[in-house]
């Protein structure tokens, strides 16, 4: 029997005004829109400029280690985050690992709240957590005035934050070809300068230690002080050292699980057997984007095998020959898999932007084999003599830096002088090179193999 509705009774019923609910929502979805489709380079002023309606605060901070070109994206005060350091962060992670709120599987990130030392200044910080191990530091959070919005601006931030930590995973994980070697060379450039700073002050340091052990020096109880102190320095250092090399370096055993956590929704949905070969605990560690481009080709090719119909088992095996990561990737399909096919030639891209070498042997009637090689150390580049533009040490050293993608300011900070020098330099190398722009610079310094 059909059951007639009353429409008298329906039109009497309340309805929203839509169009209010509209008006009321747009900046909120503007919001959301915005840091769901931001590019890396500008997530953390996206984000932040999402959640200042909700949660004021004077500067944003993500740390986030699957990164490893730049694993620090900020936005907000220029006194704060020109100068925020990863151990000033480590010690956020610490605060928020010991004191953070631990919630259940729906309860979202976990969250620390207090004072920490936030670029070499204490602030009041908002620390959030994130299943892809992102840290997000909000610096002075100023909640609404009103109390009773507090628990909604703080559940907002949450959504809006495994936003954007989702956003920067995925990102990385389909990272182009371009972005691997800005990666690498960011990375490479990191560890050159860090390493310089380490030497630089352990000598100072250990100088200091000679001078003080002296027993030509009396007072022996300010000399253990001093001693103790200059210890302590120095110690802190290297650990500072060996935290940035962490950064840019990914133990090929944890890169390795990494890769299988990846794939477990595939594992557990699709039936198909896969299979992995564990690497040597032993082998050289990886650098970050080898690492990374490594786990992404792997799932590229394990999707791509899936396709195929027929497919029961995957075999999937890392090794490292103390020069080269070695991959291998075989099925027990009917071997249709093809080399010309646009996700094989999208994998393959992602291998030659890091110098390496993949091959493909197809059996039909018995599946596919996969190798891919990929090389632990950038190729070495032989500089051309660039005598003939003149350049005096500073400018050559400005113009390498300028080659590798720095802006003027963090040129300014890398050799501890001013943006104003900087521009200055820059000036005398236009001229000297015969470069009419920035862009055309770069591209003279590229074309001599500055990197």
């Known amino acids: 029997m059909a059951v007639l509705t009353d429409a008298s009774n329906t039109d009497s019923l309340p309805r929203p005004d839509l169009p209010r609910l509209v008006d009321e929502a747009q900046p909120l979805l503007e919001a959301v829109a915005a840091v769901s489709t931001a590019p890396l380079a500008t997530i953390a002023r996206r984000l932040w400029e999402a959640t200042l309606p909700y949660l004021g ?56 709240q207090g004072e920490a030392v936030l670029g070499g200044e204490p602030h009041s910080v908002l620390a959030l957590s994130s299943p892809s191990n992102a840290l997000l530091v909000v610096a002075d959070p100023q909640p609404l005035q009103d109390p009773t919005q507090h628990a909604a601006a703080g559940r907002l931030l949450r959504y809006l934050w495994m936003l954007a930590a989702e956003r920067i995973r995925e990102k990385v994980a389909d990272a182009p070809p371009s972005y691997l070697i800005e990666s690498r060379a960011a990375s490479a450039e990191r560890v050159r300068v860090t390493a310089e700073l380490v030497d630089r002050h352990s000598t100072t340091l250990e100088t200091l ?22 210890a302590k ?24 699980q990494r890769l299988r956590e990846d794939l477990k929704p595939l594992m557990t ?15 050289r560690a990886l650098p970050g984007e080898v690492a990374h481009a490594a786990r992404a080709i792997v799932r590229g090719l394990v999707l791509a095998m899936v396709d195929q119909s027929g497919v029961r088992r995957i075999r999937t095996q890392w090794d490292c020959d103390g020069e080269n990561l070695l991959v291998n990737v075989r099925d027990d399909g009917p ?50 003599d660039v005598s003939g533009w003149k350049l005096g040490e500073r400018e050559l050293q400005v113009l390498q830096l300028l080659a590798a993608g720095q802006r003027n300011r963090a040129i300014a900070a890398e050799l501890h002088i001013s943006e104003n020098t900087v521009k200055f330099h820059l000036r005398n190398i236009y001229r000297k090179v015969g470069a009419t722009s920035r862009t055309e610079a770069i591209a003279m310094a590229h074309s001599n193999g500055l990197r």
């Open 57 to 112: 605060s004077t500067a944003l901070v993500i740390f986030t280690e699957d990164c490893t070109g730049r694993p620090q994206k900020k936005a907000g005060d220029e006194s704060i985050i020109s100068r925020v350091s990863i151990a000033e962060l480590d010690h956020i992670r610490a605060s928020l690992s010991n004191g953070g709120r631990s919630g259940g599987e729906d309860a979202g990130p976990e969250s620390w």
């Open 269 to 283: 949905f699709s039936g198909i057997d896969v299979q992995f070969i564990e690497p040597p605990v032993t082998g």
């Open 335 to 384: 071997g249709e898999l093809s080399a010309a096919a646009p996700t094989m030639a999208r994998l393959a891209q992602r291998v030659e932007a890091l110098d390496g070498r993949m091959s493909v042997d197809v059996m039909p009637g018995w599946g596919a084999d996969v190798a891919v090689s990929l090389p632990l150390d950038p190729p070495a580049r032989h500089l051309a």
């Open 209 to 230: 230690l000679a001078a003080l052990r002296s027993p030509a020096l009396g007072d022996d109880a300010a000399r253990k002080s001093a001693t103790e102190v200059a």
């Open 233 to 256: 320095a120095l110690v802190s250092l290297r650990t500072l050292n060996d935290r940035i090399t962490e950064l840019v370096e990914e133990p090929v055993a944890t890169a390795f």
